[in-house]
């Protein structure tokens, strides 16, 4: 079985977003309860907690943007935008949720642990530098991407978010740097508006951000042979030295917030398709961080479903790890997706 290590921790369902939010504290409520089941229980160890410092956060995030979120701790409700609310124990959850990221980040280096799944929140691919938006406060994966470059002096990070909605913040933060391959399929348009299939990079930085936006209705199938046609070709020239996730569930039939028809089982094909990229090419150094997701029951039998891939215990039908019967549309897209990155990646 593979070495896979969870973090969890009250502390991240302290977090409160208000009444009827979505990204509420019930997403990790029935994560966790989902953890103790006999049949997950035994497939992970539990890691010990530390929060960010200041000096990682700013790896990313300006001062003044820590400063601003620092002061919500205590305060009983603020919003640092529409749609991100904060509550007195927030500040310290999200320092715990980018701490996670990096703690973990140095366990799969170490080989202490292979791969990590961080069952956070706060999400964090959408915070900008100077901004906290869409219900995320710091930047947790581009936080890591960053950390692991300047710590432990790798040079090549390979960013995965198969989120609904496309990782701004990520991509802003390493759209002139060639040390991270950012690579987003996610629902477009659709918030934030970015991520469209021209936007590949800056400077030194151009072809290394690689993004699919996709119509409503992509499922299992769509998003194997995405991975699978585009990701990891792309994947195999760059050869990673560390693959890292932004997880987010709410690609599944049942979200509220979406328009896309994952299952559990295509989740876990995707996880293996990762798994066996940071097999190839990394040491097998994976991890994953928990980002958006807003059906309960989908959330936590995706969840699981990912848990078991990680731990060799899942197993997923050959027509989902195959990546038949797609749309066609879907072989339109990757070939607009190749058409911009050609360019840059001989695969193509």
């Known amino acids: 079985m593979e070495r896979l290590g969870v973090y969890r921790d009250p502390i991240y369902i302290a977090h409160e977003t208000g009444s009827f939010h979505p990204e509420s504290p019930q997403r990790l409520e029935v994560i966790y309860s989902m953890l103790e089941d006999n049949g997950v229980r035994r497939l992970y160890e539990q890691c010990s907690m530390?929060?960010?410092?200041?000096?990682?956060?700013?790896l990313i995030h300006s001062a003044s943007h820590f400063e601003r979120v620092a002061a919500t701790a205590g305060v009983p409700q603020s919003y640092l935008d529409a749609d991100t609310q904060t509550s007195e124990d927030s500040f310290d959850a999200a320092l715990y949720a980018a701490g996670a990221v990096l703690d973990g980040i140095d366990l799969v280096i170490?080989?202490?642990?292979?791969?990590?799944?961080?069952?956070?929140r706060?999400?964090?691919?959408h915070a900008e530098r100077d901004r906290a938006m869409g219900f995320c406060l710091f930047n947790s994966i581009a936080i890591g991407a960053q950390y692991a470059i300047k710590k432990h002096a790798l040079e090549r990070v390979l960013i995965v978010d198969w989120d609904l909605h496309h990782g701004n913040g990520t991509q802003h933060s390493f759209y002139d740097d060639q040390r991270v391959?950012?690579?987003?399929?996610?629902?477009?348009?659709?918030?934030?508006?970015?991520?469209?299939?021209?936007?590949?990079?800056?400077?030194?930085?151009?072809g290394f951000s690689v993004n699919v936006p996709l119509g409503m209705g992509c499922g299992d199938?769509?998003?194997?042979?995405?991975f699978k046609e585009v990701l990891e070709p792309i994947a195999d020239l760059y050869r990673p030295q560390l693959v890292l996730v932004s997880a987010g569930f709410d690609t599944h039939f049942d979200d509220p917030l979406g328009g896309m028809k994952m299952t559990p089982d295509g989740y876990a094909a995707l996880a293996g398709l990762v798994q066996q990229i940071a097999n190839r090419h990394a040491e097998g150094r994976l991890l994953l961080?928990?980002?958006?997701?807003?059906?309960?029951?989908?959330l936590r039998d995706s969840v699981r479903a990912v848990i078991e891939q990680l731990a060799g215990k899942?197993?997923?039908?050959?027509?989902?790890?195959?990546?038949?019967?797609?749309?066609?549309?879907?072989?339109?897209?990757i070939e607009t997706?190749?058409?911009?990155?050609?360019?840059?990646w001989s695969c193509f």
């Open 181 to 206: 391959l950012y690579f987003s399929t996610h629902q477009y348009p659709f918030y934030p508006g970015s991520g469209d299939f021209q936007e590949t990079g800056t400077g030194i930085g151009r």
């Open 289 to 298: 961080t928990l980002e958006g997701g807003y059906s309960l029951s989908g």
């Open 337 to 344: 997706v190749a058409q911009m990155q050609r360019e840059f």
């Open 122 to 125: 706060p999400p964090g691919h």
């Open 110 to 120: 170490s080989g202490k642990m292979r791969n990590i799944f961080a069952l956070v």
């Open 221 to 226: 199938n769509d998003f194997y042979t995405i």
């Open 50 to 58: 530390r929060k960010a410092e200041l000096h990682e956060i700013t």
């Open 314 to 333: 899942h197993q997923v039908e050959e027509g989902a790890a195959e990546g038949t019967g797609h749309d066609r549309s879907t072989d339109r897209i």
